[in-house]
């Protein structure tokens, strides 16, 4: 097989494959399919891949108006797109924009077929059938982009694709009357923006996360929802840009997605996740901690209402409450406001969310995890009123026993240092309870915790 007979073919077909009634065209069509699905099923995409007339391939679905031609030629397309070389090639060249026209003309066309019948059909193809076609190709192409984004040479070259793509992405989800593009846009930045060094260029040179959190306001449909809620906090990670962490549009779209009409868990926990960083800024739980459980507000009376309702057998969702009950005892204890005491004195009266961090501790798949919980549990015994409901849920979850053998613990020594510092956050909670609360401690378990904390 030689690579020229895909390029005189592929340049041909170019400038005709829009004249649907010419027989040679459409042999020519059905030529060039042939030989690029032989050169991929023998692994010789090499001979594809090296020369320039692949651009011509790509855009020959998007001229081709005959319902037959469009259909082999798409999947041509999206057979390219699903192999591993031709993504790095896309990657590495720069056609992500070319594979975006595609797919936005592919989305068009299943469009007219839901309103109207298309010119060209045969008897034989309904708009129902074409529309569901379209839709699988869509969502083939959109798994093809994913996985392009995620690949190393996407993400290690900085080319003037790279921004034409975020551009035209940014535009999309932009587009608040069409549910389409928005998910489409907010699932594929969402995977970019998983690399750090995109996360910061899409921040500072786009103003992606106002275009995001408008979405999460205006949309009701929950697969853009999740989608806004993963891109926006890979946007607000503190090791990327703390600036849009702190925002009151992110907090509103945290709020959005947490109280949802349909109570949905994944959008819950999706919110719940974007909370967990919008709190690590004081203003933002000071005022999650004062909002008044009465409105239709985002309040501790949220989380709490939840894990009641949606808790029971769904540890994920008790562990995340648990995380961010720590991140506000976090954000308090490293502030010198003077409302601090009463802000702690609030949050130490939601036993329920308390109880939480005693879970994560129970619930934890790793260390990290665990030592997590202890620190936070350890930092709300520091009052009395929060060392009474921290021993209260511990003793009612049977776990001062394993508060007391983890302090005694010297750490797995498989763990390394993250065992040794779950260790010294049990030891830091025994001893904080025994400083704070001695007479309140059951006799052997004041006395097994004195022991364990001793040096």
Known sequence: MRHDVHGALASALRSKVSDPENDAISIATMLLVSLVYQAVNTAKLEYVL????????????LKCRNWDMYTELLEMSIMLFQDEDAQRWIAQRGSMVDMLTILEDAYERMDQATKADIADKNDDENPDEISKSLAKSIDEICAALCAIVGTPEYRNEKTRDSHLTAHTLEKWIAEWDCDWKMHTAALLLGNMTQSDEIAITLVNDFELSHAVTGAIRRTNDKRVLYACGILLRNLVLPEKHALVRASAETFIAASCLMLHDDHDK??????????????????????????????????????????????????????????????????????????????????????????????????????????????????????????????????????????????????????????????????????????????????????????????
Request: proline residues 3%; glycine residues 8%.
């Open 50 to 61: 090296t020369v320039s007339f692949i651009g011509d391939i790509l855009v020959l679905p």
């Open 266 to 455: 994944r959008l819950f926990v999706s919110g719940l996740r974007l909370l967990r960083q919008c709190i690590r800024d004081f203003g933002a739980c000071q005022l999650l901690i004062l909002t008044s459980p009465a409105g239709p507000k985002l309040s501790l009376h949220t989380l709490r209402d939840f894990v009641d309702k949606h808790g029971e057998g769904d540890d994920n969702l008790k562990a995340e409450v648990g995380r961010a009950m720590v991140m506000m005892y976090k954000t308090l204890n490293r502030s010198k406001c003077p409302t601090v005491p009463n802000l702690l004195h609030i949050l130490n009266t939601e036993q329920r969310l308390i109880d939480t961090m005693v879970e994560l501790v129970v619930l934890a798949t790793d260390t990290h995890l665990e030592g997590e919980g202890w620190f936070g549990l350890a930092l709300a015994s520091r009052m009395e009123g929060g060392a009474n409901a921290v021993y209260k849920s511990l003793k009612e979850q049977e776990d001062v026993e394993r508060l007391i053998k983890r302090a005694e613990s010297e750490g797995d020594s498989n763990g390394g240092e993250t065992a040794g510092k779950v260790t010294e956050n049990a030891k830091v909670l025994a001893a904080t309870l025994v400083n704070v609360i001695p007479e309140e401690l059951e006799e052997d378990h004041l006395k097994s915790m004195k022991q364990a904390i001793e040096p």
